[in-house]
């Protein structure tokens, strides 16, 4: 069986390794994509802050919310760890900052929460 492939007669062939290297390269696609999404508004330099900075931003702000907020866990940790010449300094350090936690209050939500959590699940209903 022989396939007509007439419809396609006057469309241009792009069979140059050249054309498809500048179709295809980094810079044609994001230029395009500037063009396809720019903004009405002027704003400096590329307007979106670097994907690494957002990244450590946020990796940075939940490790210090955990570390301020539940220390328990970090003891925890600490008391968990295999046995090696640190986890000894490890235990004292993070019982020294569980203990500063708790006496700055800072602990509270996490207790609260943990509290009602142990309350629910402790709870039994009637049947």
Known sequence: MKKDFSAFAGLPLETSPQTQVARLSPATT????????????DV????????????S???VTAALVLALGDAAAIDNWAQNL????????????????????KELHLARPAETV????????AARFSE
């Open 44 to 55: 400096p330099g590329d307007g979106l802050p670097s994907a690494l900075r957002w990244t």
């Open 114 to 121: 943990r509290t009602e959590y142990d309350r629910i699940k």
């Open 82 to 101: 295999p046995d090696s010449p640190v986890k000894g300094p490890v235990i004292v350090a993070s019982r020294n900052w569980l203990d500063l936690t």
């Open 30 to 41: 994001r230029q395009s994509a500037k063009d396809e999404f720019s903004s009405p508004v």
């Open 57 to 59: 931003t946020v990796i």
